[in-house]
């Protein structure tokens, strides 16, 4: 089975070591990622916020892409790894169906365009196509190096579990914290990992963005995490950028070092520090992580 | 003196718009704004709404009675995150982040958003990048945000910047898809379809 693969922009710049890190897993576990062809930007929440109809279009050109790009395949599986994306795309192919004006007009908007969508795409998270498809037990069967029962606290943020998917629970997902321990690391009790880190707000409305990223920093070192997994290049740059600032804000010594899921997987699977893209981290890693 | 400085608080009805929430209901994803039960679950669970000028709650109460000005004007809306805990949530499924999004549609279409608050500024600004280039360049998005809120906090942020430059995190290479024709004649479809449907369109173009 062929997964085509949408980046979106944090991967290509602030997140890159989210998708070095995700291509090197996926490659060991032989399972090719295809970028997709030409994708633009989904949108994200800036566009729905200026004009719903043209943040809709940009993500169904995309879906529209990737049903053409499947090799006439009738199911074509899309791998979204940031939740912004994974999010946008999913409301898009939802509201086509559920709003019949909506998808109409889309339809219309499409062809203006020379594309043509019908709803084929199945769009993923790799955490879910990681757990469902592949499988805890056939992903611990790749581990080489010993996570030594690193206290990880499973960050799921808001926007992969809320709204639209299926995969997990909306209060209390799971998927990240099974994953961490087929690793062999030992994820924490945590009741935060659902709640929302500002997304753009530490850019825009700072202190509020900071508070909100403090808050969920202190109650994982509480709980005597020393990593915090994430799944989004924005929650990971939040937790990971603004940790210098917070401490001085707050007179704290939080030292908690937020990393992507996937250079997790890629540590406990022998791949290098490189390879996964751990050197661009702005805040110092444990020595668990060290290969 | 005394007299001066004493103003109504309390409007009349004559000054509300008894069209607006029609109006905010007929978005896709907003046509159950009617069914609110006013039980304050969405202001309960958001994590933004102790710093909000209006809670959710109220700003689907607000939005109901017609205070068209005041939502328009909040703060309210543009702390919202999109987080969608409150849609989630609300016992009645209104889905209440399409709601806000139907808001700071209307805000930024009838240009009352707060002066130099920087959230509006920042969707702007993404949206000019993603209309000319079909991507967006993080680098390039957060240095023209900040010329046009604050360019004191751009300085302030020299040291995040070189760090993240450093660890090649932030190229200044600007971003591009192919078939930037294509994506324009996408757009221009779209504005189209909502100039047939005498909605004056944003079409920011430069």
Same mark, same amino acid.
């Given at each position: ?63 529209? +892409? $990737?049903? *053409?790009? @499947?090799?006439?395949?009738? %199911?074509?599986? &899309?791998?979204?790894? =940031?939740?912004?994306?994974? !999010? ?90 099974? +994953? $961490?321990? *087929?690793? @062999?690391?030992?994820?924490? %009790?945590?009741? &935060?990992?659902?709640? =929302?880190?500002?997304?753009? !707000? ?90 | ?206």
């Amino acid at each position: 089975m062929k997964y085509l693969y949408y980046p979106g922009c944090s991967l290509k710049g602030t997140g890159r070591a989210y998708e070095e890190s995700l291509l090197a897993v996926f490659g060991a576990l032989h399972l090719p990622l295809q970028e997709l062809d030409d994708w633009n930007c989904c949108g994200a929440t800036a566009y729905m916020a200026v004009d719903e109809m043209k943040a809709f279009a940009l993500a169904a050109r995309n879906l529209a +892409l $990737a049903e *053409a790009q @499947g090799s006439g395949n009738d %199911d074509v599986t &899309l791998v979204v790894p =940031c939740n912004a994306c994974y !999010l946008v795309l999913m409301k898009t192919q939802r509201y086509m169906q559920e709003y019949a004006e909506v998808g109409k007009k889309l339809t219309r908007i499409l062809e203006a365009a020379g594309l043509h969508y019908e709803g084929k795409v199945a769009i993923r998270h790799p955490l879910d196509v990681l757990v469902n498809d592949i499988g805890l037990e056939h992903i611990s069967g790749h581990v080489k190096h010993s996570l030594g029962d690193l206290p990880v606290a499973a960050y799921y943020g808001c926007q992969m579990v809320r709204p639209y998917s299926t995969f997990d629970d909306q209060h209390n997902p799971m998927s990240m914290d099974r +994953l $961490a321990k *087929a690793l @062999g690391a030992a994820p924490v %009790d945590w009741p &935060l990992k659902t709640r =929302c880190c500002g997304g753009a !707000l530490t850019g825009t409305i700072e202190n509020v963005g900071v508070r909100l990223n403090y808050i969920l920093l202190k109650e994982a070192q509480k709980r005597g995490a020393q990593v915090m997994t994430t799944a989004c290049p924005l929650c990971q740059f939040n937790l990971e950028c603004y940790q210098g600032s917070m401490n001085r804000q707050y007179e704290e010594r939080i030292h908690v070092t937020p990393i992507y899921f996937s250079q997790l997987m890629g540590v406990a699977f022998g791949l290098s520090q490189h390879t996964l893209g751990l050197h661009r981290s702005l805040v110092p890693m444990p020595q668990q992580l060290a290969i | 003196m005394f007299q001066q400085g004493i103003q109504r608080r309390i409007k009349y009805q004559a000054e509300l718009d008894g069209n607006f929430a029609k109006e905010i209901a007929s978005t896709p994803g907003c046509d159950n704004l009617f069914s609110c039960i006013q039980c304050g679950k969405c202001s309960g669970t958001c994590p933004l709404s102790i710093y909000m000028d209006f809670t959710p709650r109220r700003v689907i109460a607000m939005t109901r009675a017609g205070f068209k000005e005041d939502v328009l004007r909040s703060q309210t809306i543009w702390l919202c995150a999109s987080c969608y805990s409150c849609t989630v949530e609300c016992p009645k499924e209104i889905k209440i982040t399409d709601v806000m999004y139907a808001l700071k549609q209307r805000a930024i279409k009838d240009k009352v958003y707060p002066k130099r608050f920087p959230t509006p500024v920042l969707a702007r600004e993404f949206f000019r990048s993603v209309w000319k280039y079909g991507r967006n360049t993080e680098s390039w998005l957060i240095v023209r945000m900040y010329l046009k809120s604050n360019p004191f906090k751009m300085i302030m942020q020299g040291l995040l910047g070189f760090n993240l430059w450093r660890t090649g995190r932030m190229g200044l290479k600007t971003e591009s898809i192919k078939d930037r024709t294509g994506l324009q004649r996408l757009l221009e479809a779209v504005e189209r379809a909502e100039q047939k449907e005498n909605r004056t369109p944003m079409g920011e173009r430069e």
